[in-house]
């Protein structure tokens, strides 16, 4: 018989400003009709460390193994963990291929760790679309990253050197974006192809952090 947890759900978001940059991070728990508010800073760190950090803190709140609806503005994070990319990381020794190493290792094992003693279930939301639990957690993380003497991340500060991904040719689904790092994933044109076209792209690589496109010749199709 399958053991009966308690049903929780967790809103989170984080931010920094600028980014990299000091940051925030803010969680709202709610149980029954309980609810507790989590949130804190770091000095230099970045957007997707304080959207993985909300989560680790909201989950490491939980005294006994629940069952978890947790929610999160971050396709980022809801895409690792939903899509198995996390998984694949560590079973690669944290690489996205052969030559880049993935980001962030440190907080994606201490969050790996939680889903293992938790039922987590990661839901992802549209941010600053009126939903008020999210906007709550928005405002915890701004009100901390504008705060002064914050503490060090160190998992950022003593973070591996990454290369230059200007130049990288993009070529397939989590791959590091060119501009901020972030593994891009695809997407599915709404458009159909314009008449009298030659040819079309049947999917394009698209960044969930800064939302840069890119077209890939593999997905090039002739009309």
């Not at 000091?22 to 949130?39: C, D, F, M, Q, T």
């Not at 980001?103 to 839901?123: I, P, Q, S």
């Not at 689904?173 to 079309?200: A, D, L, M």
Request: glycine share 6%.
């Amino acid at each position: 018989m399958d053991e009966v947890l308690k049903e929780v759900v967790i809103y989170t978001d984080g931010a920094a400003e600028p980014n990299p940059g000091p940051g925030g991070y803010g969680a709202v728990l709610i149980y029954g009709g309980r609810r507790k508010e989590l949130s804190g800073a770091f000095y230099n760190t970045t957007n997707n460390r304080m959207e993985i950090f909300a989560a680790i803190a909201g989950l490491e709140a939980l005294k006994e193994p629940c069952a978890v609806i947790l929610h999160s503005d971050s396709k980022y994070l809801v895409d690792a963990m939903t899509q198995g990319w996390v998984n694949r990381w560590r079973q690669n020794d944290w690489r996205l291929n052969k030559k880049t190493k993935a980001a962030n290792t440190d907080l994606w094992e201490r969050l790996l760790a939680m889903c293992k003693k938790h039922r987590v279930k990661f839901v992802c939301v549209k941010g600053h679309a009126g939903i008020p639990e999210n906007e709550r957690c928005d405002q915890l993380a701004q009100q901390f990253a504008s705060k002064h003497n914050l503490p060090v991340d160190k998992g950022y500060e003593q973070r591996p050197k990454t290369k230059n991904f200007k130049h990288v040719k993009m070529a397939y689904e989590g791959q590091p974006c060119r501009n901020c790092s972030t593994p891009v994933i695809k997407r599915i044109p709404r458009s159909k192809p314009k008449q009298n076209s030659t040819y079309y792209f049947e999917y394009y690589l698209y960044c969930p952090e800064c939302r840069a496109m890119y077209m890939i010749e593999d997905a090039k199709r002739t009309c």
